[in-house]
């Protein structure tokens, strides 16, 4: 009798994508609060595995899965700062911003934003080590929340998206998934570290 059969085995896909896309939104999501998870990477990796997915609309949940971790994360972050920001002592959120937005950054921020206004969000998430300090300078400005927000979420589209390309490209390349994911995440890092090179060779070559 039909009843009586065993359960029918989850496909290892259906699984994956079970785990996977609450993971992605909440590595994503603590990764725009805290340094410590290359979110880039990430969405990169999970584009590489997204690709090589029978399972229809897999990348366009990663897209989903990571503009959405990020932009809740972009406004938890801000909402904190803007609570030590009104606090007489400050707060360990404010601090932390504080402590990752060098001066000269700032300061650039600081003319970018009164410049260009809310175009600067955008940018500010696809330039390597750019969120924090354009973050601090709306904090400066004291925009609202809900000015900010509009800004950082087509910022966040627009991380997720370049991310994603990145993935794609690198599981195009590769038959496997893992050969996908190691050159997606050498590319992002290669990426990320680009702007800091740069910095230094001008450095170097003004001495």
């Not at 950082?152 to 390349?173: E, K, R």
């Not at 060779?201 to 001495?207: F, P």
Request: proline residues 7%.
């Amino acid at each position: 009798m039909t009843w009586l059969a065993a359960p029918a085995a989850v496909p290892p896909e259906s699984t994956q994508q079970a785990l996977g896309y609450p993971s992605l939104f909440l590595l994503v999501l603590v990764g725009a609060l805290v340094p410590v998870v290359p979110t880039g990477a990430l969405v990169s990796s999970a584009a590489v595995v997204a690709v090589h997915q029978t399972a229809p609309f897999s990348l366009a949940l990663v897209f989903v899965t990571a503009s959405l971790g990020a932009f809740l994360g972009d406004a938890a972050l801000y909402w904190l700062g803007r609570r030590g920001m009104g606090s007489k002592n400050g707060s360990r959120w404010l601090a932390a911003i504080r402590a990752r937005a060098p001066e000269d950054r700032l300061a650039q921020a600081q003319d970018k934003l009164a410049a260009h206004g809310v175009a600067v969000l955008v940018l500010s998430r696809l330039v390597p080590a750019g969120r924090i300090p354009v973050m601090l300078a709306c904090l400066m400005a004291k925009w609202p929340l809900r000015r900010f927000s509009r800004g950082n979420l087509p910022a966040c589209l627009a991380w997720a998206v370049t991310y994603q390309l990145i993935g794609i490209l690198g599981g195009s390349l590769f038959p496997q998934p893992w050969e996908g994911v190691v050159a997606a995440v050498a590319l992002t890092l290669l990426v990320g570290a680009a702007p800091g090179l740069w910095r230094r060779v001008r450095g170097v070559s003004k001495a």
